[in-house]
């Protein structure tokens, strides 16, 4: 039997001795269970968070805002461009377009209010900047149980698909956005090699009152996001759809969201 054909055969069988070992390992990680893959994903936050990457990106964020009348007719439609940047885990976002125009007083006080908002609603502080890419953290897990349906495949990577409802009886709620999560549900995919999360979905149960039903209430929330893997470990919002119907004062209203980041580029 000639040189060729041995190395042939060796390759041959260093390919199925390959793909045994990643069978096994993948049988291994089949073990887990919802509360094991959903520690791992929030200890990936949390490494995240107090050891953030070295990757620093910048990137263009679309967004579409649509205000809905009571018969579905649109009454106001906003288009914004955004320039994002990433960087000590921590993103912040620049209004630099509205309706193909750059933006004037009233949009930069809307936005500024916006965030102020958002800071009030979950309790997190100014100083540490806007970062909107860890969704998980031992508070928010510790509200939800878990179900693993399946390990299926999206873009093209192991996933776990995974479930959630709220618990019942529900911990306190200490802000207006644990009240929230208190009537929410849906699903997550988490990647089975690093343990972000890939895809959300979430659904609102039942309508939450905003500040004892003065402010508003919230009769419908349908959201789903998905993330992208940049690099080695970079995980981004790259689209969304959101849905939402409720009452503004005395006023109902129905709000329709849509977003994508596009263009990443690394900081030097």
């Known amino acids: 039997m000639s040189f060729v054909w ?52 910048t990137y263009t964020k679309l967004t579409v805002l649509e205000e ?14 955004y320039q994002v940047n990433f960087q000590n885990g921590s993103t912040f976002a620049k209004l630099v377009e509205v309706n193909g125009h750059p933006p004037d007083e009233a949009d930069m006080k809307k936005q500024a209010e916006n965030e102020s908002n958002a800071r ?14 860890n969704f998980l953290t031992p508070e928010i897990v510790a509200r939800f149980d878990f179900r693993l349906l399946e390990q299926t495949n999206f873009n093209g990577r192991p996933t776990y698909h995974v479930t959630f409802q709220p618990k019942n009886p529900a911990p306190p709620s200490h802000h207006m956005v644990d009240r929230l999560l208190d009537r929410i549900s ?33 009769k419908k929330l349908a959201y789903s996001m998905t993330r992208t893997r940049i690099g080695d470990g970079l995980w981004f919002n790259t689209s969304s759809v959101g849905d939402f119907e409720g009452r503004k004062l005395i006023d109902a209203m129905r709000i329709k969201t849509r977003s994508q980041s596009i263009n990443f580029r690394p900081i030097s």
Not at 120 to 133: F, H, I, P, V, W
């Open 186 to 218: 849906g699903a997550v995919w988490i990647d089975a090699e690093e343990f972000e999360i890939a895809r959300a979905e979430i659904q609102l149960g039942s309508e939450v009152s905003l500040l004892g039903g003065v402010v508003g209430s919230l």
């Open 68 to 81: 809905l009348d009571s018969s579905g007719k649109v009454k106001e439609h906003k288009d914004k461009v």
């Open 120 to 133: 009030q609603m979950t309790g997190s502080k100014a100083n540490k900047g806007d970062n909107r890419e």
């Open 6 to 57: 041995l190395s042939k055969i060796n390759v041959a069988l260093t390919f199925v001795a390959l793909s045994a070992l990643g069978q096994h390992s993948l049988l291994a990680q089949n073990s887990l269970s919802a509360d094991d893959v959903i520690q791992k994903a929030v200890a990936r936050a949390q490494r995240s968070e107090t050891k953030p990457g070295k990757g620093a990106f």
